[in-house]
């Protein structure tokens, strides 16, 4: 199978939005979504998600199912006004509880608040296949950069979440809670057991060298180019430089609001009695 993929970049958050389609049908998946956000203002947008919605018309497709390859920490998630918009189910991998339950307690969220992932419409198992048509992509886990990261496989190509990022770019940090340096390397070593062909669809590009953003490269260009793994590369070796690097980043922009909102399913939070919505910054826990 060779789905088309169609892609909508959003430039501020560095975000690839990736629509899956049936080779020759109209079914179709959209996975990693964003929702703008300004954190001088406080005022979300809709700009990168209505470029999707145009996309999805332009092509005449049918969206199934609105998918996240894991609970972001760099931009917000769009999956529920795209749904509202397009239809579709929303779904995420199982281990999103995992998340929730850290962060729970990270923000002080109300006691109601459930971490059981039902704010999402499906939690999908490792080798789960979600039918899109006649498509169908399977379910691949791959954590390390979080404990609920997921790939999904259909067909020739691949949509890699922030596992993996273009050659010349490297890997996922794994300073986050719950992500692990080695389990990230053995999650992307079962993404290099794909065929060399697979083509590789990234969430993320930061064009390093001033180059044109990218967001497509496949097993084989992986596998022989990456940065921080590749085949010459041993898990060991790995281990240390992605811990020693990590410890120089500072925190995404966004993860504060972001994560708060993508653990609801890309909800705000309850709107209080004046009608407004209003997010937590954890003062010194992260």
């Not at 919605?53 to 497709?61: N, R």
């Not at 169908?136 to 993996?164: E, K, N, S």
Request: charged share 25%; glycine share 8%.
């Amino acid at each position: 199978m060779q789905p088309r993929v169609f892609t909508v970049f959003d430039k501020p958050t560095f975000t690839a939005t990736h629509v899956i389609a049936e080779a020759d049908g109209p079914h179709a998946a959209i996975v990693d979504s964003v929702l703008g956000f300004d954190p001088k203002s406080g005022r979300t947008s809709t700009k990168s998600a209505d470029a999707v919605v145009a996309l999805v018309k332009e092509k005449g497709l049918q969206v199934d199912w609105v998918l996240e390859t894991h609970l972001h920490a760099d931009h917000l998630s769009a999956a529920p006004y795209l749904k509202e918009k397009l239809g579709g189910r929303i779904g995420i991998g199982e281990h999103v509880v995992d998340v929730q339950a850290t962060f729970k307690k990270i923000y002080n969220f109300e006691r109601s608040f459930p971490t059981d992932g039902s704010q999402f419409d499906y939690l999908f198992k490792d080798g789960d296949i979600i039918r899109v048509g006649g498509l169908q992509i399977r379910v691949m886990y791959t954590p390390g950069h979080t404990p609920a990261c997921v790939t999904y496989v259909a067909g020739d190509a691949a949509v890699v979440g922030d596992t993996l990022f273009s050659p010349d770019y490297g890997t996922a940090r794994c300073d986050f809670p719950g992500g692990d340096a080695r389990t990230l390397y053995r999650s992307i070593r079962r993404i290099f057991d794909l065929p060399p062909t697979t083509r590789l669809f990234l969430c993320h590009d930061y064009a390093p060298g001033g180059r044109a953003f990218m967001w497509e490269t496949t097993v084989a260009e992986q596998r022989a180019k990456n940065i921080h793994i590749n085949d010459s590369v041993t898990e060991d070796a790995f281990v240390k430089m992605r811990t020693e690097r990590d410890k120089t980043l500072d925190m995404p922009v966004l993860i504060l609001p972001a994560i708060q909102v993508n653990m609801r399913g890309g909800r705000l939070p309850p709107a209080e009695d004046n009608g407004i919505s209003y997010l937590k910054l954890p003062v010194n826990a992260l």
